[in-house]
């Protein structure tokens, strides 16, 4: 992943924790991946780096599939990456005409596009046992790009 250099070595516990391919192992998932992990996000969402953009907080538990705090945060920034975090979000939880409603508001922005992002929610909504493993690898795509621009704006 290509985040600044100081981010990455504060977040480097997580993902050697929990690689980026190992994360967010369900489209819909059904609680958060271990208590482990949401205690390390939870410390690392309390340090002043990642406190000052709420956008990697929200990210982040996403990441552990934490939606109800990811939630939290995202309905509160309003900005189109804050949009962003929230469509995903209600993505993942099956809420799918809510998340093309945040798609839509985001607009195009941190290089995904409403459109991409609609038909993602569609692929996902009528997934198929068989197609789920190749829509997993497009949703850690998508939260590795959106994260890599949010902590690309926290350094401009």
Not at 10 to 38: G, R, Y
Not at 143 to 148: I, R, V
Request: hydrophobic fraction near 40%; aromatic fraction near 8%.
């Amino acid at each position: 992943m290509k985040l600044p250099h100081p981010l990455s070595e504060t977040l480097a516990p997580l993902f050697e924790k929990l690689p980026l391919d190992a994360a967010m192992p369900e489209l819909l998932p059904k609680q958060p991946i271990s208590d482990e992990l949401v205690a390390l996000v939870e410390e690392l969402t309390g340090l002043p780096s990642i406190k000052a953009n709420p956008t990697l907080a929200a990210g982040l538990w996403l990441y552990v599939d934490d939606l109800h705090r990811s939630h939290e945060l995202s309905q509160q920034i309003l900005t189109s990456e804050g949009s962003l975090w929230h469509g995903i979000m209600h993505r993942r939880e099956g809420d799918f005409w809510n998340s093309k409603y945040w798609f839509r508001k985001a607009g195009d922005s941190a290089g995904l596009s409403v459109a991409t992002a609609s038909i993602f929610v569609d692929r996902v909504e009528k997934a198929t046992p068989a197609q789920v493993p190749a829509l997993l690898t497009e949703q850690r795509a998508e939260w590795q790009k959106l994260f890599e621009w949010c902590a690309k704006e926290t350094q401009s």
